[in-house]
């Protein structure tokens, strides 16, 4: 055997355990007893410190220096571990390990504190959560930006100074369409009461309709809607409320999109490091090209119309003209995962600035809260009310993820691109959709960028499918376009 040989057979069984640790928190989120919380704590410290040695094991640095290549998925593979293990290599196993223990504690302490409205009982947690965070970033980032350091755990090659760039070309054109489109009357809202039973089953055919693969996935109930695992075990979870059912069905379809992805990776990269999403922008790329672009269409709302129709009986809204306007219907709110296109990328923007100061040490823990009041009252014109709907809405922070919340974004803008080329590829597209088929975009989506995992960089991943680099505008036009003739702009 050669060295690749040898540190590929090491890495396939590193990527298993990998997955392995990821199920322990599927499981925390979905199924796991209130009481084993402690417990669970202590078993994802314990496969952290197991990981964190496998990816530091000189071994893998030994193996590293004598491979040879023999093709671009071999150099691809060694460009992936080589990254790692050098980014593994600064961060203390003490480190990682407590970080990991950490995290799984605050994240019960923030869903407590959220169902109590309190943030007080939460920011000691966070601020632990902060401390450790902002000394993984000084090791690895040296005298570099430490925000960087942990941007590029789930943006390769992206910094916060690209991002901002970038986001400050998206600002502008979306306040003055945000503002445009509140001046003018709004279509009518969805009102009653909806089966959870139904909501669930229909949420599961849309799945389905989207090409998720059930027989290597399931569907559960979680707080937070997320997706979990790569290969031959994806999983997604979603929820109801009783008088909204776009939340249940577009937060199916969004982690369908991220899914899709990880099972339409071509199986021969089955648990190595191109056996997943190349990086969290891309893979919000699929999540919001599934969830909006096709799944809020005007094609493919007519059908669901149809099918909310079986489900529910008549619903209040008259045709299916108008169903389009309810599902893309603008208006304000506090939660970004409810959020309409026009508004979502805002509510982004606000967590990247407050996270950015917070890691560079320019906003305290304990003054998050005023400063997110303070700039949401700034950005939608009205005052946050309770923390559920405020700093205590997502579940990013309590776990560490900083850097995170800038790829959703980035992904809607990768998604701005993607679509624009599938309606070039695809011109009958509306036809399938109306017939709730959406075969031929996913087919497209999956030939041209999710079969290949981690195979390129991000913005390279985009550019092979679209034949440019990624860029704002297309975002921008499309929303433009879509909004301007729901609204008559």
Do not use: C
């Given at each position: 055997m050669t060295a690749y040989d040898d540190l590929m057979q090491f890495q396939r069984e590193t990527e298993a355990l990998g997955q392995v640790a990821g199920r322990l928190g599927w499981d925390q989120e979905t199924m796991m007893p209130e009481g084993a919380t402690p417990q669970r704590a202590e078993e994802h410290g314990a496969?952290?410190?197991?990981?964190?040695?496998?990816?530091?094991?000189?071994?893998?640095?030994?193996?590293?220096?004598?491979?040879?290549?023999?093709?671009?998925?071999?150099?691809a593979n060694l460009r992936h571990i080589k990254r790692n293990f050098e980014r593994t290599a600064k961060v203390p196993a003490s480190l990682a390990a407590e970080l990991a223990k950490t995290t799984s504690l605050a994240h019960?302490?923030?869903?407590?504190?959220r169902a109590d409205e309190d943030v007080a009982s939460f920011l000691p947690m966070l601020q632990k959560v902060v401390d450790l965070r902002k000394q993984e970033a000084s090791a690895i980032a040296g005298n570099s930006d430490p925000y960087d350091a942990l941007l590029d755990d789930y943006e390769p090659g992206a910094t916060g100074a690209s991002l901002g760039a970038?986001?400050?070309?998206?600002?502008?054109?979306?306040?003055?369409?945000?503002?445009?489109?509140?001046?003018?009357?709004?279509?009518?809202?969805?009102?009653?009461?909806?089966?959870e039973a139904a909501q669930l089953a229909l949420s599961e055919k849309l799945a389905l309709a989207f090409g998720y693969d059930l027989g290597n996935g399931r569907i559960d109930k979680a707080v937070h809607p997320f997706s979990s695992g790569s290969g031959l075990d994806v999983r997604i979870t979603t929820r109801t409320n009783p008088t909204d059912p776009f939340n249940c069905f577009y937060s199916t379809i969004h982690e369908v999109g991220h899914a899709a992805y990880e099972q339409g990776i071509d199986h021969q990269h089955l648990l190595t490091p191109l056996g997943a999403g190349v990086s969290m922008g891309v893979h919000e790329s699929q999540s919001r090209i599934y969830e909006?672009?096709?799944?809020?269409?005007?094609?493919?709302?007519?059908?669901?119309?149809?099918?909310m129709r079986d489900a529910f009986g008549d619903f209040g809204i008259a045709d299916e003209d108008a169903f389009y306007a309810?599902?893309?219907?603008?208006?304000?709110?506090f939660i970004r995962t409810e959020a309409d296109e026009v508004q979502y990328n805002l509510h982004v923007l606000l967590r990247f600035d407050?996270?950015?100061?917070?890691?560079?040490g320019d906003l305290a823990v304990n003054d998050l809260e005023a400063a997110w009041?303070?700039?949401?009252?700034a950005d939608f014109g009205y005052a946050v009310d309770r923390p559920s709907n405020g700093v205590l809405q997502d579940v990013h922070w309590s776990e560490g993820l900083f850097g995170y919340f800038p790829t959703y974004t980035l992904g809607n803008v990768y998604a701005g691109c993607l679509n624009a080329e599938l309606r070039k590829a695809v011109p009958d597209l509306d036809d399938d959709l109306a017939q709730g088929d959406t075969s031929a975009a996913t087919s497209w989506l999956r030939e041209n960028l999710q079969q290949f995992g981690g195979l390129r960089t991000p913005t390279d991943t985009i550019a092979h499918a679209t034949g440019t680099m990624p860029s704002e505008a297309p975002l921008l036009d499309y929303l433009e376009e879509k909004f301007s003739g729901i609204y008559r702009l």
């Open positions: 496969m952290a410190n197991i990981l964190h040695a496998r990816r530091i094991d000189p071994r893998v640095g030994d193996w590293l220096e004598e491979a040879e290549p023999a093709d671009d998925i071999a150099a019960r302490t923030w869903a407590q504190a970038m986001f400050d070309a998206l600002r502008p054109r979306l306040v003055d369409l945000r503002a445009a489109i509140l001046d003018r009357p709004a279509p009518a809202q969805l009102s009653g009461s909806f089966d909006n672009q096709l799944g809020r269409s005007r094609a493919f709302t007519g059908w669901v119309y149809g099918q309810t599902v893309n219907r603008v208006s304000d709110g407050l996270e950015r100061a917070l890691i560079a009041n303070d700039r949401f009252k």
